[in-house]
C-alpha cells in the first residue's frame, strides 16, 4: 500500500501541540481543527520522550478526534530518538507522520520505509509531511517530495530554518524561502503548509502573515496555540465577496464561450482561461477541507 491517505484536505490548518501533556491534547482534539500534530520533537525535553511517547500512544488509543487527521511529528532521523519514536508507533491509528528537519534522499527513505512496515499492520495508508527546516532541505525539495508516494504536503520550519543559514527569523528574512517551497508543492500537486506565529497573543500580526502566505501560495498554516486556528482556518477559506466573484466570473465565461469568444473584459479586468481556472481553484476551496486531491 502506497497511497498517502488523507482525511482532509487541502487543510486550512494543522495545530501542534506538546506529546508530553494529556491535558494539551484533550483540548486540541476537542477544536475539531482540520489537522492535529501531537509533537515528539522540539516542545518535549530529552528527558520527557519516553513519558511522551507513552501519553501519545494512549491518546491515539483512547480520544475521539472527529474528522480531525491526526498526525504525530517525529524527531530527525538521525537523532538518538526517532528509532523509539517510530517503534512506539509502530500499531497506533495516526493518519500522518511529520518528519522533522526532512534534510537528506535517506530520512525521506527511512521514513518512508517505517511508514509502509505501519501500513502493512494496518491496512490503511498513512500521509507524509515533510519539515523543511535548513538550505540544503531547500536546495533539494523537489527531489525529496518525489521519494515517497506517501508525501502529502510539506511544511515551512521556519525558525529552525533561520536557525540554521543565519537568515532573519521575519518576513524579509524567510521570503525566498518561503516562495520557493509553496511554489515546490504546487509543482508536485501537494499541500504546502506555512510556518509558525511564534507570538501567541498576536491576533492581527498572525492574520497579516496567513494572508501573506496564502498570497504567495501556501494551502494552510501551522498553529501553536488553540486561539490562532481559527484565525488561520478563515483566512485559508475564501470570504462570500470571493465566492460571489468566482461565480460571477465563471458565468461570464460560459456566456462569453456560447458566443465563441476567448477573452472579454469585465469591470476593466481581462477574464480568460487562467482567470477561470483561479477562480475554479477558489471555489474548490470553499466546502473546506475534503477528502480527495488538491484542485
Ligand atoms: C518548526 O519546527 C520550526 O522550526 O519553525
Ligand atoms: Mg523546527
Redesign the pocket.
Known amino acids: 500500500m502506497t497511497a498517502a491517505r488523507t482525511k482532509r484536505m487541502p487543510l486550512r490548518c494543522q495545530l501542534v501541540t506538546p506529546g508530553a501533556s494529556v491535558k494539551m491534547i484533550e483540548k486540541a482534539a476537542a477544536l475539531r481543527c482540520d489537522g492535529l500534530v501531537l509533537d515528539l520533537e ?1 516542545s518535549v525535553t530529552p528527558a520527557m520522550k519516553p513519558a511522551a511517547r507513552d501519553v501519545v500512544r494512549q491518546a491515539l488509543q483512547g480520544t475521539d478526534f472527529g474528522e480531525t487527521e491526526v498526525a504525530v511529528r517525529v524527531n530527525a532521523v538521525g537523532t538518538a530518538w526517532f528509532g523509539e519514536d517510530v517503534a512506539a508507533l509502530q500499531d497506533a491509528d495516526i493518519d500522518a507522520l511529520v518528519l ?1 528537519k526532512a534534510e537528506t534522499a535517506r530520512d525521506v527513505h527511512v521514513a518512508d520505509y517505517f511508514l509502509e512496515r505501519m501500513e502493512c499492520r494496518r491496512g490503511q495508508g498513512i500521509a507524509l509531511y515533510l ?1 523543511i ?1 535548513s538550505g540544503a532541505a531547500l536546495e533539494r525539495i523537489s527531489d525529496l517530495i518525489d521519494i515517497s508516494p506517501r508525501c502529502a504536503g510539506v511544511i515551512f ?4 530554518f533561520a536557525a540554521s543559514t543565519g537568515v532573519a527569523f521575519n518576513a524579509r528574512g524567510l521570503a525566498y524561502a518561503r516562495s520557493r517551497l509553496s511554489a515546490a508543492a504546487a509543482a508536485a500537486g501537494i499541500q504546502a503548509l506555512d ?2 506565529h511564534p507570538k501567541i497573543d498576536d491576533d492581527a500580526g498572525l492574520e497579516v502573515e496567513a494572508r501573506h502566505a496564502r498570497e504567495i501560495g501556501y494551502t494552510g498554516k501551522w498553529a501553536i496555540h488553540p486561539r490562532q486556528v481559527e484565525i488561520i482556518a478563515k483566512v485559508f477559506s475564501p470570504t462570500p465577496e470571493e465566492i460571489e466573484e468566482a461565480h460571477r466570473i465563471l458565468r461570464l465565461n460560459d456566456a462569453m464561450l456560447g458566443a465563441g469568444r476567448g477573452a472579454v473584459a469585465e469591470d476593466g479586468m481581462l477574464v480568460d482561461e487562467a482567470v477561470v481556472k483561479i477562480m475554479r481553484r477558489r471555489l474548490a476551496a470553499v466546502a473546506g477541507p475534503a477528502k480527495g486531491e488538491l484542485p
Open positions: 522540539d522533522s519539515l527546516e520550519g521556519a525558525a529552525d510556518q509558525v
